[in-house]
């Protein structure tokens, strides 16, 4: 091994506490056995978690917390919780820890308060419904009540620039904060240079496969796919209407009948049996608390959950209205959906748990990046 | 079989009562009885010593065990003022208006005349019933008639009825005629002025802690198991692992098995496997001098006299101690082990360190049946199940009643000069209420010649007492 230059880290005594705010666990218990390392199944010779993890907190050794991308490569098996010793609970804390970097990445302060107070939780869905609201009963076309005419009361193409102007602020919001992860687990790291081809080579290899099919869940769990397949139809049924939503809005939005069998309408269904299918599991899991994952649910968990399924159930009933010529019915539903929707998007993905989609998946690229530093791209 | 009341007689009365007959409470039972008090030790086991007799050496002198427990076993059952009971069991204790106990026994048939076995062993010989030794813990058989133990204090055979086939061979082989299948179990009553409790611990089962799989690897033994194998009544006369019978050449110490583990249920340290795991290791080193023997440990605790150079002293002779909890076990080819730990004063990473045999060092657990048979007053336990003690730090053997004191590690547990002092404290204590509190005087046989001694010499205690001295 090579001489290791001591380097002095600012204790931040109060980072237990921090932490321990965030999520339900006791990692003070912890006596350092390394049981909850040895156990875990990501554990390959190379992976320092969760134990040196709490070391550092325990230390209050906050920036080296901040440096590791370990973190997001846990994807909460609880094998560590169920063996550890001390029932420190050392899975509870990397979930607590995920939450504390979430607040951490994000500078502009709202992902801390979403984190640590309920009612700014209240405020931010309140708020962000008001400003939809405002919109809609500013902007909103006709109201023809003979049938039903949604992209008359909702004239696509404003629909349609509204998505694309909250993409755009948010992917910007998100990849600040992906940009400080970067800053943090990497650029702070002293080590090697590596090669700007590396950095793009690297991206190619891991940022596409893990972004679209979220493997990594299934070295966690050896022969047991159930957790990683819930989570894909999750996303698969989000990422379908999300193609809708911003690709295919002219024509899913239309004063016209298609066919209950048309393309657009099977690709409809298909989103939607997806989208409530991948809840289904976390839904049941936090209410039943059937494993350690699901065992403590911070309240941001559930607001996460909750509001997916109210903006699922209303574009359901959308249609289902729409269908049933019900003209009233379908353009308050309406509202109400684009309502949730833009709280759901706004809150939850720059800066709270749906940011995990960007930081789960630039984790194992910056993770390794930070090991070529380390060891030099020889290996 | 009995109907369970008691003989017609008046109960027979002793100073105290001492129930189990290990270090602690054999140690307790002399100096009572060298003090001049009428004891009745009770033991429910076929044979007294306890666990102390089954042990290799002791640490941190590496003195033989035998040497330290056979003193005692000889002392008490050859003392004028102690009255030993083995395969008995201590059923009620009733606290009487006067104060004193009334305490009922029950004496399990033995189906062997004590008076008549000589411990011959031709019962043994005859007998074509083999099961595991208990004594051995499982390492080697025994005969269903069997002398419990090679060193075991009374060497008389014990018939044991739940694998008995009834073929009578025994009692045909039998040269003394000790053979009587007629016994019954006995039921009686004695008055004991106070009791002193001695009941010691239960070892961890080890088969709890799933993950070092032991029970299903033949290669993952128990402490005790080792300690057997390198004692001087060992199975084999040699060590050697119990898949293949080969000589291990690698051998690893897991540290706390059922020690600090909540998810055994048991947070608490257990003292004496830090120590026991050492003087092993320097056996197995004089036993196997090209075996590597490594220690898996979260903190050694060396906490008493001499400790601490025995550590250094293991270290030195080429233990390797390696930080970190054994987290799982896994077998390989040909019943090798493969020990998962965390690299845990270096980088932090999983580490995979095989070996040929796995001893896990099993914790102390509490032996907490005795507070059930208290039926008019509560003997308090810990949270743990450990007898509670009045008072830790001012009165450390006494108990939540007045009368019953507590030795060994039945309050806890404790390594065997600890035992044996917290024997001779508790003795003090219980001496001090009978003759203080209840204002009894001691109604054993007053040795004189011991009195005489003991004033020209150190101490009277612990010599032998002549029988005809009264």
Request: glycine letters at 8%; aromatic letters at 10%; hydrophobic letters at 40%.
């Amino acid at each position: 091994m090579a001489a290791v230059t001591p380097t002095i880290h600012r204790s931040n005594p109060g980072l237990m506490k921090e932490i321990q705010g965030l999520g339900a666990f006791d990692v003070s218990a912890c006596y350092s056995c390394g049981t909850c390392t040895s156990v875990c199944p990501l554990s390959d010779g190379k992976t320092i978690f969760p134990r040196k993890l709490i070391t550092y907190v325990q230390l209050g050794l906050e920036d080296k917390l901040l440096q590791s991308a370990d973190p997001w490569l846990c994807y909460y098996c609880g094998e560590c919780t169920d063996s550890c010793p001390r029932k420190a609970d050392p899975a509870g804390f990397m979930m607590a820890t995920r939450r504390w970097l979430t607040t951490k990445y994000d500078f502009t302060g709202i992902s801390k308060a979403l984190y640590r107070s309920h009612v700014a939780d209240w405020i931010g869905i309140a708020l962000l419904s008001f400003i939809a609201a405002l919109f809609i009963y500013l902007l909103h076309g006709p109201i023809v009540t003979s049938t039903v005419a949604l992209a008359t009361f909702a004239p696509v193409d404003i629909v349609e620039t509204g998505d694309i102007v909250i993409l755009g602020v948010l992917s910007a919001f998100l990849l600040v904060n992906v940009f400080r992860m970067y800053y943090y687990t990497v650029y702070t790291k002293t080590g090697k240079e590596i090669a700007f081809t590396t950095y793009l080579k690297e991206l190619f290899i891991q940022l596409p496969i893990n972004f679209l099919t979220q493997y990594k869940i299934r070295s966690c769990t050896p022969g047991d796919n159930r957790d990683w397949f819930s989570h894909w139809t999750r996303f698969a049924g989000y990422a379908l209407l999300f193609v809708l939503a911003v690709f295919l809005m002219y024509e899913w939005q239309t004063d016209q009948f298609y066919p209950l069998w048309s393309p657009i309408m099977l690709i409809q269904y298909v989103a939607a049996g997806l989208f409530f299918f991948g809840l289904s599991a976390p839904l049941y899991g936090r209410i039943k608390k059937t494993k350690n994952m699901y065992k403590y649910s911070h309240a941001t968990d559930w607001m996460f959950l909750l509001m997916l399924l109210a903006t699922g159930v209303t574009g359901v009933l959308i249609v289902i209205f729409r269908y049933a010529l019900l003209p009233w019915d379908t353009y308050i539903i309406y509202s109400v959906h684009l309502m949730l929707v833009t709280s759901l998007l706004v809150l939850e993905v720059p800066f709270a748990k749906w940011s995990h989609m960007a930081y789960r998946t630039f984790a194992p690229y910056f993770a390794r990046l930070a090991e070529l530093k380390e060891v030099g791209e020889a290996v | 079989m009995t109907d369970g009341t008691p003989s017609s007689p008046p109960p027979e009365r002793y100073d105290v009562l001492v129930v189990g007959a290990g270090i602690a409470g054999m140690e307790a039972s002399i100096t009572l009885g060298d003090a001049g008090f009428k004891t009745l030790l009770v033991e429910r086991e076929p044979t007294i010593g306890g666990k102390v007799l089954l042990l290799s050496k002791v640490f941190p002198t590496l003195d033989c065990a035998s040497c330290i427990s056979g003193t005692k076993t000889s002392r008490v059952s050859h003392h004028p003022n102690i009255d030993m009971r083995t395969y008995t069991e201590v059923e009620a204790i009733r606290r009487e208006p006067d104060g004193s106990f009334l305490v009922r026994l029950r004496e399990k048939p033995r189906y062997v005349d004590m008076a008549t076995c000589t411990g011959c062993g031709d019962c043994e010989k005859a007998c074509p019933i083999i099961v595991p030794k208990e004594n051995d813990f499982g390492l080697r058989g025994r005969k269903s008639i069997y002398i419990p133990f090679d060193t075991g204090v009374p060497k008389k055979a014990v018939l044991d009825m739940k694998n008995c086939i009834y073929c009578m061979a025994c009692e045909r082989a039998c040269p003394a005629d000790a053979i009587d299948f007629l016994q019954v179990e006995k039921v009686r009553e004695v008055r004991v002025g106070a009791v002193l409790l001695s009941t010691g611990f239960n070892l961890f089962p080890a088969e709890k802690k799933t993950a070092y799989h032991y029970g299903e690897y033949p290669n993952v033994v128990t402490a005790m198991q080792m300690d057997r194998l390198v004692g001087p009544t060992r199975p084999y006369n040699s060590v050697m692992r119990l898949s293949d019978g080969k000589e291990p050449a690698n051998i690893a110490y897991a540290l706390c098995t059922g020690s600090r583990d909540l998810t055994v249920g048991n947070p608490r340290c257990s003292q004496v496997c830090c120590m026991y795991s050492m003087k092993q290791a320097q056996l197995l080193m004089g036993i196997l001098p090209t075996a590597d023997i490594t220690l898996y440990y979260m903190d050694i605790r060396a906490y008493g006299k001499g400790f601490e150079e025995f550590y250094q002293q293991t270290k030195a002779m080429g233990v390797k101690f390696v930080r970190g909890r054994v987290a799982k076990i896994e077998e390989t080819s040909g019943n090798d082990l493969r020990v998962y730990h965390e690299d845990t004063e270096g980088r932090g990473v999983l580490v995979k360190s095989d070996h040929d045999l796995v001893v896990l060092s099993i914790g102390l657990l509490p032996n907490p049946g005795i507070a059930t048979i208290f039926t008019n007053e509560t003997l308090e336990l810990d949270e743990m199940g450990w007898i509670k003690m009045r008072n830790e730090t001012q009165s450390p053997s006494m108990t939540s009643i007045d009368g019953v004191f507590v030795a060994g590690c039945a309050s806890g547990p404790k390594d065997i000069p600890d035992s044996i002092a917290e024997a001779s404290s508790a003795v003090s204590q219980c001496i001090a209420y009978l003759t203080q509190m209840r204002g009894l005087a001691p109604s054993g046989v007053v040795p004189e010649q011991t009195r005489q001694e003991s004033n020209g010499e150190a101490s009277g205690l612990h010599r032998e007492v002549p029988v005809e001295a009264k």
